[in-house]
Nanobody, 126 residues
């Protein structure tokens, strides 16, 4: 069955870097569009980054553009999120998600994702 397992979250200081991982099983990662989302305490879950089928395109939320990079590794079927120059406002639980269909064109709608991981906590202190 389809499973997504995130890891890599930690407590770091502002300006530091983190790399989050999302191990996928039950399907081939490169055959689907994937995304990272995050949810801070008391806030709605928000879109962070998206990578298209076979990595043909990448999109980012304005708040992370230039600092975060989404990528996928076919060899270990794992999705990554490299986060640099972290800020306290990046503190959140980070989730990876699989986009349900190529016909679902809106990448920033959570309703267009059919499988989610359990999340990994990233905390950035000032």
């Amino acid at each position: 069955q389809v499973q997504l397992v995130e890891s890599g979250g930690s407590l770091v200081q502002a300006g530091d870097s983190l790399r989050l991982s999302c191990a996928a099983s039950g399907f081939t990662l490169s055959e689907y569009a994937m995304a990272w989302w995050r949810q801070a305490p008391g806030k709605e879950r928000e879109f962070v980054a998206h990578i298209a089928y076979r990595g043909t395109n990448r999109n980012y939320a304005d708040s992370v553009k230039g600092r975060f990079t989404i990528s996928g590794d076919d060899a270990d079927n794992t999705l990554y999120l490299q986060m640099n120059r972290l800020k306290p406002e990046d503190t959140a639980i980070y989730y990876c998600a699989r986009k349900s269909s190529v016909l679902a064109t809106c990448i920033s709608s959570k309703y267009n994702y059919d499988y989610w991981g359990q999340g990994t906590q990233a905390t950035v202190s000032s």
